[in-house]
């Protein structure tokens, strides 16, 4: 493993840097890290279960990171009461504040929707907006999986 050293920004001072560092699992060397399964899943059990501790009939609404699927979810967990609240960005909006005449269906091509880059552009305002249904339908059958 490579090891170097990086700049502290606005103290001056050089702490070490391990381009790998979130690669594997702690403690471990060879298991890597499934974001969801290691750090989403635990700290979601961990609130959940701080939330039914004073409100036993509580929904669980799962929210996993943006084009994510959730983790499976023990059912004993989730008790019959839960909501899958996904989120949606529309990135290229987000950074320029304002509406674009080009844009691209990223969650369609993050989940294998296309097979190059190139075809998960849009052109043209209608062209975008009918980009967003398809979009609505991989979500809806992640809700349902």
């Not at 009939?57 to 059912?75: D, H, N, R, S, T």
């Amino acid at each position: 493993m490579h090891m170097g050293f990086a700049q502290c920004m606005g103290c001056g001072e050089r702490i070490r840097s391990e381009p790998d560092y979130f690669a594997h699992v702690p403690g471990t060397e060879v298991e890597p890290v499934h974001f969801l399964r290691a750090f989403f899943l635990p700290q979601y059990t961990l609130h959940l279960k701080a939330i039914r501790a004073h409100h036993p009939q509580a929904i669980a609404f799962v929210q996993p990171p943006e084009f994510a699927q959730p983790p499976p979810i023990p059912e004993e967990l989730l008790q019959g009461r839960a909501c899958y609240s996904t989120h949606s960005y529309d990135g290229l909006t987000l950074v320029t504040r304002h509406w674009n005449w080009f844009n691209a269906d990223a969650l369609g091509l993050i989940r294998g929707g296309y097979s190059t880059q190139l075809q998960a552009l849009r052109a043209g305002e209608r062209a975008i907006r009918n980009s967003l249904q398809p979009s609505l339908a991989i979500s809806r059958k992640t809700r349902r999986n």
